[in-house]
């Protein structure tokens, strides 16, 4: 059975950092495409980045040059460093896997989801 369980959320002020891990089991071998997406209350869940299992990333334009998602492929673990937060960056955040050769920040595409973790930054 596919898991992907995420840790790692919290309160911070407005300009800390906070490292978000997503720990994947069940899958006979590593995704393709592991990615971070986002929820604010009432608004739609969004892309933040995706990397694949050779290391290839995006990011969504409102998180450069601030966050930086990697994976350890031997750990079957996803990573998210989230530094200068902002109070727009409050959400929960959830992690998704997708097992198809090709990834996107589209959440439709992916197949698998976390249960999500909160990230709460106050100004």
């Known amino acids: 059975q596919v898991q992907l369980v995420e840790s790692g959320g919290g309160s911070v002020q407005a300009g800390g950092s906070l490292r978000l891990s997503c720990a994947a089991s069940?899958?006979?071998?590593?995704?393709?495409?592991m990615g971070w997406f986002r929820q604010a209350p009432g608004e739609e869940r969004e892309g933040v980045a995706y990397?694949?299992?050779?290391?290839?990333?995006r990011y969504t334009d409102y998180v450069k040059g601030r966050f930086t998602i990697s994976r350890d492929n031997t750990k079957n673990t996803l990573y998210l460093q989230m530094n200068s937060l902002k109070p727009e960056d409050t959400a929960m955040y959830f992690c998704?896997?997708?097992?198809?050769?090709?990834?996107?920040?589209?959440?439709?595409?992916?197949?698998?989801w976390g249960q999500g973790t909160q990230v709460t930054v106050s100004s």
């Open positions: 998704a896997a997708r097992t198809s050769e090709y990834c996107t920040l589209w959440t439709d595409d992916f197949h698998f």
């Open positions: 990397v694949t299992s050779g290391g290839t990333t």
């Open positions: 069940g899958f006979t071998r590593s995704p393709y495409c």
